[in-house]
């Protein structure tokens, strides 16, 4: 995974495969403290605590169509590369939320990438999940929620090449408003 | 136009594309529509399914034709992801395998509109990596 907006849309899978319906993202940006916070949340399945521990194994998985799991130990992997770790708590059926900090200016820190495609892609790819984007640096906030694009698109298809346009304009513009790490 | 920079915003531009934009049946008439699922899994994602399933979004408008593209999980093809599900409807599912940018827009252009096969088919008793 080249970026951090990567691995935003594969754990995002995990909750999609774990049920949930709803799923929040939020980074969050501290100069003071020099770190970046990814934090995955979901209203899915959870997992019991032996599973919990096996989920940073590379080597296990839930799935049966192979034999590897790879998302979350990628994930760990880049973000203790970059002086930060990564956590999981979770409930079984209340749900998860997994937690990856890296330091903000570590020079193997991924950069941040292209949140704004992956929240529309995922949006267009699971329209009956209700997903949440919330982006917080020392300038401000940014929140963005599947829910409120509905309203405002009404009837309009988020695939449709204008509104994805659109979209994706809304929210690098904001994001850049608040100065967010790229 | 204006900078995009709230959902007012958005909304405004609604009002302005509503017209051009023809509405269509979606996910309430899936069975008669072409369904397109791309490989979203650690494996996908890091073979570069992020700009297929864009490249298949924006080729589909462009083309417009009536697609509805969602993502899936690993369907054990590792090998040659990103990998992609195109259901016609009344046919059978067909996965296509290494689809990248260039291979997406074919398969549009010519699986869908000209109804000729591309090349890279995964046959459906090929073997998944665990077998």
Redesign the interface.
């Known amino acids: 995974?080249k970026t951090i907006a990567?691995h935003i849309?594969?754990i995002i899978?995990n909750s999609?495969?774990a049920s949930a319906s709803r799923i929040k993202v939020a980074i969050r940006e501290s100069e003071m403290d020099d770190t970046l916070t990814v934090e995955i949340s979901d209203n899915g399945n959870g997992m019991d605590q032996v599973t919990a521990k096996k989920a940073r194994d590379p080597f296990y998985t839930s799935?049966?169509?192979?034999?590897v799991?790879?998302?979350l130990p990628?994930f760990q992997q880049n973000a203790e590369q970059s002086g930060g770790s990564l956590h999981i708590s979770t409930l079984e059926g209340v749900g998860t939320t997994v937690t990856a900090t890296f330091r903000l200016s570590h020079i193997d820190r991924p950069p941040t990438g292209?949140v704004a495609?992956?929240f529309l892609?995922?949006a267009?790819?699971?329209?009956t999940i209700e997903l949440s984007y919330a982006h917080l640096t020392g300038n401000g906030c940014f929140t963005l929620t599947t829910t409120?694009?509905k309203?405002?698109?009404?009837?309009?298809?988020l695939?449709?090449?204008?509104?994805?346009k659109?979209?994706r304009?809304?929210i690098t513009?904001?994001l850049e408003?608040i100065q967010a790490s790229k | 136009m204006n900078k995009i920079t709230s959902l007012s915003d958005l909304k405004q531009l609604r009002e302005d594309i509503q017209s051009k934009i023809k509405l269509r049946e979606r996910s309430d008439f899936s069975d008669v529509l072409v369904q397109i699922k791309v490989g979203m899994a650690t494996c996908g994602i890091a073979s570069g399914a992020k700009e297929t399933m864009n490249v298949l979004i924006e080729e589909a408008e462009r083309q417009a034709i009536d697609v509805v593209v969602t993502q899936t999980g690993c369907m054990g093809f590792c090998y040659a992801e990103p990998t992609v599900e195109v259901t016609i409807p009344g046919r059978d599912p067909i996965v296509f395998g290494h689809v990248d940018k260039a291979k997406a827009r074919e398969i549009i252009e010519k699986y869908l509109i000209q109804g000729k096969l591309v090349d890279g088919i995964i046959p459906v008793e090929f073997k998944t990596i665990h077998d």
């Open positions: 995974m990567d849309l594969d899978q999609v495969r799935r049966t169509t192979r034999r799991g790879l998302g990628l292209d495609g992956v892609l995922s267009i790819g699971q329209p409120q694009l309203e405002a698109l009404g009837e309009l298809p695939g449709a090449a204008d509104i994805m659109g979209v304009e809304l513009n904001n408003s």
